[in-house]
Nanobody, 125 residues
């Protein structure tokens, strides 16, 4: 069992930056691939980025490539999402997720086994 807790969300102006954190507890660290998703009101949950258990491989959605960076610190059981050049359309609830295959950089939400409760990111224009 894995518990995930996101933090770092908030209100930021267009062009600003935020760093989201996802603290994991339980059997974690390099055993799991991790992903970040977001969901805006009335929309589906969208894939943003994924990272392998070792942190050596990453994958990004085209919509955030070049602006967002996923990273992890297995010693701290924490995954990060660094977000730059934020836009109003980035406003959403952001979720981290864990997958019990350390090498699989899944992009579908149904492939992930554990989810956090989400953190709100609001980008003002």
């Amino acid at each position: 069992q894995v518990q995930l807790v996101e933090s770092g969300g908030g209100l930021v102006q267009t062009g600003g930056s935020l760093r989201l954190s996802c603290a994991a507890s339980g059997r974690t660290s390099s055993s799991y691939a991790m992903g970040w998703f977001r969901q805006a009101p009335g929309k589906e949950r969208d894939f943003l980025a994924a990272i392998s258990g070792s942190g050596g491989r990453t994958n990004y959605a085209d919509s955030v490539k070049g602006r967002f960076t996923i990273s992890r610190d297995n010693a701290k059981n924490t995954v990060y999402l660094h977000m730059n050049s934020l836009k109003p359309e980035d406003t959403a609830v952001y979720y981290c997720a864990a997958l019990r295959l350390s090498f699989y950089l899944a992009t579908r939400s149904r492939d992930y086994d554990y989810w956090g409760q989400g953190t709100q990111v609001t980008v003002s224009s």
